[in-house]
């Protein structure tokens, strides 16, 4: 069974810079696309970013268009987010996910079919 695990969350000032990662376990991983959602308290899970299974397609939210970057290493079983010019409205819990059965990603939670446990975001303004 697939687990998702990620790290790299943490406290971080508006306007700075912070890095979280999602390590997978399992095989099928460099053949599904994979993505990025965050969850504010008190409010619905919001798609973030995605990233199709070779590194090649990227998609956005336009709320983080411009300063958050998908990445992914299939050697390593790995996607990462990068977060510049953090703003506080960006504090949640950020989760990673593997699409279910896609190589190319979607912006909806319903088309993934593992999620990790997340990690917390906080920026102070």
């Known amino acids: 069974q697939v687990q998702l695990v990620e790290s790299g969350g943490g406290l971080v000032q508006a306007g700075g810079s912070l890095r979280v990662s999602c390590t997978a376990s399992?095989?099928?991983?460099?053949?599904?696309?994979m993505g990025w959602f965050r969850q504010a308290p008190g409010k619905e899970r919001a798609f973030v970013a995605t990233i199709n299974f070779n590194g090649a397609t990227t998609t956005y939210a336009d709320s983080v268009k411009g300063r958050f970057t998908i990445s992914r290493d299939n050697a390593k079983n790995t996607v990462y987010l990068q977060m510049n010019s953090l703003k506080p409205e960006d504090t949640a819990v950020y989760l990673c996910?593997?699409?279910?059965?896609?190589?190319?990603?979607?912006?909806?939670?319903?088309?993934?079919?593992?999620w990790g446990q997340g990690t917390q975001v906080t920026v102070s303004s």
């Open positions: 399992g095989r099928t991983f460099m053949s599904r696309a």
């Open positions: 996910a593997r699409a279910a059965r896609r190589s190319s990603g979607t912006i909806y939670a319903t088309d993934y079919d593992t």
